[in-house]
Every structure is written in C-alpha cells, then in structure tokens.
C-alpha cells in the first residue's frame, strides 16, 4: 500500500459521525469536547500508519504531544465553511450535524489569536480545502516533524517526513500546471510553518481551563497532568 492510500484508510474513521449531544447554542467548553472527541481518533490514524508504528515508543509520544493541536488546526480547516464562518461537524444517527461559530473564540481571553486563526482558515481556497490527498499529507507533514522536543531519532522523522513531501509535490504536479503547482506547493511549506505560531495561541485556550474539566488525553497531550 503506498503512502497516500494508507493515509486515506487511517483516515477513514474520523469522516464517522460524533457521538455527542449539545444544546443549540454551543459554549467553549462544548467545542472543547468536540475537539476531544476529534483528537482520539486523530491519535487512532498516526498509529495506523507504518510509519509511526516503527518509531521508538518514546518518540511516538512526544510526537503526538507535539503536533496534537495544529493536526486539531488542520482537521478543522477542512471542516471549515468560509461562507458561513463555522466549523460544520457531523454526530451519530438522529442526531442534526452542528455549525460550531468560529466566533466562539473570541469568548476566550485569546482575542488575537481569533484573528490569526480565521486569517489561517480562509487563506486556504476551497480548491486545496476540499482535498482529501493534500490536507491528509499535510496531516502526514506535520505527525513526522523532525524538530519536535525530545525526539530520539530526529534523522529517521526527517526521512519520513521528506517522503511525505516528495508524495505532495507529486499530487500537486498531477493537478496543477508545473509553475502553478510549485507555488502553491510552497504557499503550503508556509502555511505549514504558521502552524508552529498559531497553536501557541490555542494551547493557551486549553490551559485557560480548570484541567479537572478536560479528558485524560487532553491533559496528556498539553502535558497538563
């Protein structure tokens, strides 16, 4: 199985309906528990990849720690709906999908980061937003980090995220003309370093929160525990 299909198979159940329940008028603390929900099973997909399951047992974790919430970023780019400046989620049978407002994010004291982070969201045109292959690899780009604190073997995660790299270039050759797939290739090396700013941002949302609220595994991976 190449890369790309295998990230379209791990990806396969986070497109399952959430099994949540909400009043209309969702709080912060509701779309906390989206996240939560979002992010066990983005956890699932990095250990369905071959990849990962080959790195030291150490490195997975401080991978996981490290890119958990720009993957939350990324995954909600391809949820957003720019038209409406919401976040469109789908739960479990019966039950209405729900339009989480992007301005639920100017109730916290995080007020520049609302702007950066909606600035981030509509950069991306619907063209690149809506494909599957290119934002999953974007997903891979970021898993396989190579800077990520602590790492054991930094030159195995730098091999792998080239591969991934090479596999973008590839997808983005196939649907562009050449110039044209070069810049937007590099507009997403961009877009991908503004993740490293803007979840700083979003981490410090999350350590708003009293952590007896918050899931075991969001305190994991905000090392908050």
């Known amino acids: 199985m190449n890369l790309l299909q295998e990230l379209i198979k791990a990806n396969e159940p986070l497109k399952a309906p959430l ?15 989206i996240s939560e929900a979002a992010l066990k099973r983005i956890v699932c997909m990095a250990r369905d990849l071959a990849a ?21 970023i990324l995954r909600g780019v391809m949820a957003f709906d720019p038209n409406k400046n919401t976040w469109n989620h ?28 909606k600035r981030f969201l509509t950069e991306f045109n619907e063209q690149i937003r809506t494909n599957e292959c290119v934002m999953l690899l974007l997903m891979a780009l970021v898993i396989f980090r190579p800077d990520r604190h602590n790492l054991r073997d930094k030159e195995r995660v730098r091999a792998i995220q080239n591969t991934y790299y090479g596999v973008l270039r590839r997808v983005l050759e196939c649907e562009y003309a050449a110039n044209e797939a070069l810049v937007v290739y590099e507009m997403l090396v961009r877009k991908l370093e503004e993740l490293k700013h803007l979840k700083e941002g979003l981490v410090r949302i999350y350590y708003g929160f009293d952590s007896r609220q918050l899931n075991p595994l969001i305190k994991e991976l905000f090392d908050m525990m």
């Open 90 to 117: 789908n739960f479990a049978e019966g039950i209405k999908g729900m339009e989480v407002k992007l301005d639920v994010l100017k109730s916290t004291k995080e007020t520049q980061h609302y702007e950066e982070h």
């Open 19 to 33: 099994d949540l329940h909400f009043n209309d008028e969702l709080t912060l603390m509701d779309v906390v528990k």
């Open 52 to 72: 990962f399951q080959e790195l030291d047992i150490e490195d997975k974790k401080n991978i996981m720690k490290g890119s958990c919430s720009e993957l939350l």
